[in-house]
C-alpha cells in the first residue's frame, strides 16, 4: 500500500480509502452480511488499507456500528476514521442538519456507534440552508477542543460555499476544512469546473467519492441493455450515466485494460490516482475479490498520451444537482 498526506495536514492516509456505504441493511444493493462485511474490512486492514469513511446516515447508523466492530482490536493510533454528519436521524424537530444542537448530538452518538473515543476527519456531509456556516463551524471547533475530532473536512458544494466556509473560519478563528469529498470519475468530471480549482489553491486534500461511478466504469453494464443488478437497477441516478460520450470514455478505459492485463475498474482508478489533487478515491467493494480487484489499480501506470485517451471525449461542466450520497 502506498500512503500520502491529506492535504496539507500532517495526517497519512492510503491511497485507497475504504468507502463503508455499503455495510448495512437500508437499500437492496448494500451488504446485508456483518460476517462477511468483516471479511471485507479484515482485508482492507491486511492489505494496508488505513483510511476509512463512514457517515451517520448510512443505513441509520449501521455502517458505523459495523466499521466500529471491524477495528476495535487494531492499532487505533494508524487507523484514520472518518463520518460525516446532516442527513435527518430521526423524524421530528432537530433531526438532521447541521445545527450546533444536531452536529454536537451526533458527533457523540457516532463516537458510541464506531467504539472510539475520537474521530479523525467530521465531515459535513451538505451545506445546510437554513443554519449559519458561523453556527456550524463553531460547533465543529468545540468538537476539536474536546478533543473528540481531529480534522475537520465538507463534502459535495459549490465552490463558492467552500470558500464562504473557509473564509468564515479564518475571519472567525475556527477549525478549517482540510479535505473535501466529492464526486470524482472518469464520466462524472463537473468538478473540475466547480470545486477543485479551489481545493488546489487552497490546499485541500481531495477525496473522491463513485470513482468507478456506481459500478459504470467497470465494465459490468452492456450498451444498450437495461441493468438487472448494482445501484442502476433501483437508482435512476447511476443509470443516467448511460450516455453517448460515457459509453466513449468506457471503450477507451476497456482498450488500455486489455492492452495492460488490467482490469476496468484498475484503470479507472489509475486514472484517479495519477491526478496530483487526488488523495485518495474511495472503493466501497461488496467482496474481498472486488477489494483486491481495486487495490491493485496501484500497479497500473498510465502515460500522458493514455490520460488524454481517457478524457478526450467528455468537456467538464458544472451544469448539475448532485445525489444526496
Known amino acids: 500500500m502506498e500512503y500520502t498526506n491529506l492535504g496539507n495536514t500532517g495526517l497519512e492516509v492510503s491511497r485507497l480509502c475504504m468507502g463503508c456505504l455499503n455495510f448495512g441493511t437500508e437499500q437492496p444493493w448494500m451488504l446485508h452480511d456483518r460476517e462477511e462485511a468483516q471479511e471485507v474490512l479484515d482485508r482492507a486492514l491486511e492489505l494496508g488499507i488505513n483510511f476509512f469513511d463512514t457517515a451517520n446516515a448510512y443505513s441509520g447508523g449501521?455502517?458505523?456500528?459495523?466499521?466500529?466492530?471491524?477495528?476495535?482490536?487494531?492499532?487505533?493510533?494508524?487507523?484514520v476514521l472518518a463520518t460525516?454528519?446532516?442527513?435527518?436521524?430521526r423524524e421530528g424537530p432537530n433531526g438532521g442538519g447541521l445545527s450546533r444542537k444536531h452536529v454536537l448530538d451526533q458527533a457523540h452518538a457516532s463516537l458510541e456507534r464506531l467504539d472510539t473515543d475520537y474521530i479523525d476527519l467530521y465531515q459535513i456531509h451538505r451545506w445546510d440552508e437554513n443554519v449559519p456556516i458561523e453556527e456550524t463551524l463553531s460547533a465543529l471547533d468545540r468538537l476539536v477542543e474536546e478533543g473528540v475530532v481531529r480534522y475537520v473536512g465538507a463534502s459535495t458544494m459549490p465552490a463558492w460555499k467552500l470558500m464562504k466556509a473557509l473564509h468564515e473560519a479564518d475571519v472567525n478563528n475556527y477549525e478549517r476544512?482540510?479535505?473535501?469529498?466529492?464526486?470524482?470519475?472518469?464520466?462524472?468530471?463537473?468538478?473540475?469546473?466547480?470545486v477543485l480549482p479551489l481545493c488546489a489553491d487552497q490546499n485541500l486534500g481531495v477525496i473522491p467519492w463513485s470513482p468507478l461511478a456506481g459500478g459504470f466504469l467497470t465494465g459490468k453494464y452492456e450498451r444498450g441493455e437495461d441493468p438487472d443488478e448494482g445501484r442502476a437497477a433501483t437508482d435512476e441516478y447511476t443509470e443516467n450515466r448511460f450516455t453517448d460520450e460515457n459509453w466513449a470514455v468506457l471503450d477507451v478505459v476497456e482498450e488500455l485494460a486489455e492492452e495492460k492485463d488490467a482490469t476496468a475498474a484498475q484503470v479507472s482508478l489509475a486514472w484517479l490516482l495519477r491526478k496530483e489533487l487526488v488523495d485518495a478515491p474511495i472503493v466501497g467493494p461488496r467482496?474481498?475479490?472486488?477489494?483486491e480487484d481495486d487495490v491493485g489499480a496501484l500497479d497500473v501506470d498510465l502515460t500522458?498520451?493514455?490520460?488524454?485517451?481517457l478524457e478526450e471525449p467528455i468537456t467538464p461542466v458544472w451544469n448539475r444537482d448532485i445525489g444526496d450520497v
Open 304 to 309: 500522458d498520451e493514455e490520460m488524454e485517451r
Open 177 to 194: 476544512f482540510v479535505s473535501m469529498q466529492c464526486e470524482y470519475n472518469l464520466v462524472d468530471r463537473h468538478e473540475e469546473a466547480n
Open 62 to 79: 449501521e455502517s458505523e456500528e459495523i466499521l466500529g466492530a471491524a477495528v476495535a482490536e487494531r492499532d487505533r493510533e494508524e487507523l
Open 287 to 291: 467482496t474481498v475479490e472486488h477489494l
Open 84 to 89: 460525516k454528519v446532516y442527513f435527518p436521524m
